[in-house]
């Protein structure tokens, strides 16, 4: 059974730098889909970064610039590397994967398996 566990999160003053990580064990292939989602309670779970199975990587243009995702050197683990935070980030950070995202990869349906979350708060 595919389980998705995120790390790092944290509290975090405005301005600040955080590092989510993520991981995924019990695949039986080396490359997925991988993806980053964040949600604020009473509102919609909201794709932040992905990585195809086939390398592509994808951001949302509201953290371009701020944000960063990458691959570990372990082809099962996800990086989130947030700088310049602010308090609207403040959210619950999810980690999703499935076998390929594609054109679809904002859609968290697209998503068969998904972490606990981990919770970012930026506040002063």
């Known amino acids: 059974e595919v389980q998705v566990v995120e790390s790092g999160g944290g509290l975090v003053q405005p301005g600040g730098s955080l590092r989510l990580s993520c991981a995924a064990s019990?695949?039986?292939?080396?490359?997925?889909?991988m993806a980053w989602f964040r949600q604020a309670p009473g509102k919609e779970r909201e794709v932040v970064a992905a990585?195809?199975?086939?390398?592509?990587?994808s951001i949302v243009d509201s953290v371009k610039g701020r944000f960063t995702v990458a691959r570990g050197n372990a082809t099962n683990t996800l990086f989130l590397q947030m700088s310049s935070l602010k308090p609207e980030d403040t959210d619950e950070y999810y980690c999703a994967a499935t076998w390929a995202c594609g054109q679809g990869w904002r859609a968290s349906r697209v998503y068969t398996y998904w972490g606990q979350g981990t919770q970012v708060t930026v506040s002063s």
């Open positions: 990585i195809d199975s086939d390398g592509q990587l």
């Open positions: 019990g695949w039986t292939r080396s490359w997925f889909c």
